[in-house]
């Protein structure tokens, strides 16, 4: 069974980056579709970020000029790069895998992936 823990989040000013980081124990990340979600509280979790087995990313419309998804073999880790945060970032960030093959329209439903990390926090402040 594949185990998913995050890391990374912080307080961070508007304008600012993080890298968030989703090491993968268990399995070869790549053995997985991986996915970086995010729940701001009071709304629905939303696929932000996704990566296929082969390494190809695709990213939600809505933040796609800022986020990059980027991969290290020999750690076993996704990393999830986030540029000029702004405030409607604030979140918990989590990365899910699954085994089943994605398609465009379901890569981003949390529903479709059985493994979750605890998620790590991201507060930007104005």
């Known amino acids: 069974q594949v185990h998913l823990v995050e890391s990374g989040g912080g307080s961070v000013q508007a304008g600012g980056s993080l890298r968030l980081s989703c090491a993968v124990f268990?399995?070869?990340?790549?053995?997985?579709?991986m996915g970086w979600f995010r729940q701001a509280p009071g709304k629905e979790r939303e696929g932000v970020a996704f990566?296929?087995?082969?390494?190809?990313?695709s990213y939600a419309n809505s933040v796609k000029d800022r986020f990059s998804v980027s991969t290290d073999n020999a750690k076993n880790t996704l990393y999830l790069q986030i540029n000029s945060l702004s405030p409607e970032d604030t979140a918990m960030y989590y990365c899910?895998?699954?085994?089943?093959?994605?398609?465009?329209?379901?890569?981003?439903?949390?529903?479709?992936?059985?493994?979750w990390g605890q998620g790590t926090q991201v507060t930007v402040s104005s």
């Open positions: 990566i296929e087995r082969d390494g190809i990313p």
């Open positions: 268990g399995y070869p990340y790549n053995d997985y579709w």
């Open positions: 899910a895998a699954d085994f089943r093959r994605k398609s465009a329209a379901s890569k981003f439903v949390p529903d479709e992936y059985g493994y």
